[in-house]
């Protein structure tokens, strides 16, 4: 125990303070950790035998690379861009836009619907988060939205993306876990639904409160509400024939994300948005996303590997078990330390460092992997948003140059609230998880 | 005190971990009189790797699939070849001596200290839906292992699927895979008599699964002679056997769970059609396994000869 | 627009290091692109003609390496990977390069040796015959191949990355 979490603090100073790039800090740290266990000390430095952790960590880096399930990152990533690029996430706005422009609050609520149906497709939080400041920003000031409620409604608006299947986040927590890909995308419908529902709830709070942040849009007919419905065809299609297929047996979750590319990429053609230097881009914006999760996900295995070696998981149960505590106590305290954690990691580097070290013991007091995963996924989804460090804040007051980050900071305490509301809903009743994945496949 | 670690793959309930490994972890506590503590490990990675991360001491003991690694294990297929019509047991032991006396010169594990061999039980045939010749398989989507059944599905002319042995219950249900080519263990332990309703069982079954245990010669060099004699004496035939008994208990678990659950299990008896279309379609194995492993230098046609003797004749 | 033109607008790096991360990204779109045509392909030929492609799993498998390590020097020495960077207001921007230094130098040193053991598998692995199960590619070959492109990631972050980092950086 004091071995693992010497090693866990070595790691957190190398990531923080010394600013070492996650993947190189978890490799290291684990690496050295694990010649420790084998034996290494200041003395036989020179002559120690360093192949058996080389070794470790070397077949590490081969097998990852060529884990065949992990071809749906790149996969599902490339899926999202030629979305992205074919100009769908205009029109899903619009569609929204169409049916609640009209509202107190309306522009921010069709972005928030926006943005949930743009990451149906997208697993990607700050893409989503990126691609909707483009779209959804320029409407809201035209119509005199206060800052801080228009980029709230975005930077949370993103967050939804790594929840709603297919999300590559829940593919990587059921490779680390050995939990079922399909029973976790269907998880994720619910508490992703819940999640836009609570947020449309967090605007009409804003607007309640402070009714000149957010003034209505002009209200359109029936006509036309039906003519924007025509132009997420392409979304609605492509999120079909992608969960369609894998609920109904035509390929497996994995094979879903190379048709999930193949069908956006028909699409792109379809509506003439690439070019040979688009298409180039496309595939090498998605290369580098993908090559950059490798080295996150192959630094974690090393670094868990020292984590197993030093038998953290198992000093973690006895010590819960000496406790004698109450099972929900136990997942209170892990949820405590994960929105501490979310204050200063994004959300791919806190799932790595973290769900090795605790699924065995949520799984050895009797929880369900599957809704433990779908706990996971949205703790780390408000760490997106959570002060100092959210990433999706700082994306979006990026590409907006002339917000400050603490604006939106400001702006983003409803939908913060209404993250925490949510979180415990799922912790609680863990059937708005588990409905469906009992429903279809137990 | 040393501590002996054992790198280890599939659950923890699963019999080689349930079974397998603490029996023969008492046995070495006992034989080294507790001066050596066996301590198993999960989560290391791909069961391909134990090879090597056993040769590189990152652990002490391991075990594998030969079949996860092709090109390197061939004279080890020599057991999986079809009809030998044994249990799992009389073919482990059959394979350790046969191993011993032909093969281990070879040196397929290089780099390694070979203290077990063994294979799983007989593989049969699981499918969604039910045949009645083996004709009807052709154009089905099955998942298959790599070695041999690769080549009896290949003459069969079914559509391979490839995926790791858990995924199978996920792609059954789906319908991603009609069928699979797996041991009778696995209706129980892979839950497939909720989705995979139809079994044909072949007489001795269609082909067997090679598995090696072995452990890292510098572990055993620095131990005390009398330890290391000890935990050699405690493992060879005795643990393939051992081993062989335990997976031979899976398949009658498995076979139990499937017929409790109403799975329509047809036992092909010998002489009747479908067993003759297997004799047909296996025609000329034999020869292919002796080619294959021409460079081995080894007589393979006398070890695989003497094999199928001591495991046909095992009491 | 020219392709010199497109070249300089798309690639920060000056002569031959834009030309290696263009020939690099190159390899990787086409990898990637062939993955996405080969999954569905497969599920393709699997329904429709009742054949699926051989060995699309391996070839996946070795695709996703190629990807991965073909991007794997541009994004090292463009400094792309996830760093925490909660305290960089506090350090100053001297502070900054004195660190991103240090991590340069520990990245190069820890993929150098690394690179050395993954090379030294890749001998072990095809001296010993190991090929995948269907297409019955040499397993050495693809290990290898990570472990030139370890040793390139080294190479290139130890000098263009810290030239980068020193001369280059925009603050
Ligand atoms: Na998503
Ligand atoms: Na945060």
Redesign the interface.
Known sequence: MITALTGFVILLLF??????????AM??VG?FGFAYM?GLSFDNFMDF???????????????T????S??VI??FI?MGNLVTKSGLSHELYRASYAFLGHRKGGLSMATVVACGGFSAICGSSLATSATMAKVAMPPMRKYGYADSLATASIAAGGTLGILIPPSVILVIYGLLT?T?I?ELFAAGFIPGFLGILLYLCAVRFVVWRTPEAGPCGEKMSWPERIQALNGVWGVLALFSVVMGG?Y?????PT?A???G??GA?IIALYRRSLSF?S???I??D???T???L???LIGA?IF??FI??AGLPSDLLDLVNNLDVAPMVVILVILAIYIVLGM???S??MLLLTV?IFFPLVQSLGFDLVWFGIVVVVVTEISLITP??GMNVFVLSAVLRDVKASTIFKGVTPFWCADIVRLALITFISSISLFLPELL?R | DTTLRVASWLPPTHPQNAVVWPTWAKWVEDATEGRVKVEIEYGLGHPKTMFELVEDGVVDASWSYHGYVPGRFKLTQAVEQPLLGASAEAASVAHWRVHQKYFAKANEHDGLEVIGLFTHGPGQIHLAEPISSLSELEGKKIRLGGGVQGEIGARMGVTAVGAPAPKVYEMMQQGVIDGVFIPMGEQKSLRLHEVARNVVALPGGMYLGSFGIFMNPDFLADLDAKDRDAILSVSGEKLSAMAGRAWDAADIEGLKAAQENGVNVVQVKEGEPMAEEFKALTKGMDEAFYESVADRGVDAKAALAELRQIARSYK | MSFSAWMTAHYEEKGPVAWLAFLLELVAAITLFFMMMLTCADVFGRYFLDNAVDGATELTEMSLAILVFAEMPVITWRGGHVVVDILDRLLGGTVIKVLGLLSALLISTSLYFLAVRIHELAVRSNSRGEVTEFLQVPVGYIVDYIAVMSWATAALMISYGIYRLLFLSRD
């Open positions: 990531i923080v303070v010394v600013r070492v790039p996650i993947a190189f490799g290291l690496f084998q035998n360093w192949n058996s952790s080389l070794t470790m960590a070397s077949k590490r880096v081969i097998n690379a060529q884990e065949y992990l071809s790149p996969l490339l050995e079922s399909r894998i109904l047996g035509i390929f497996t094979e994300a190379g048709i590319a193949g990429f230097g298409l180039f881009d595939l090498t998605t290369a580098r993908s090559a950059m490798f080295g996150v295995l868990s590997n197993n070696r200063v990691f994004e791919l580097s090795p100092p460090v496949y």
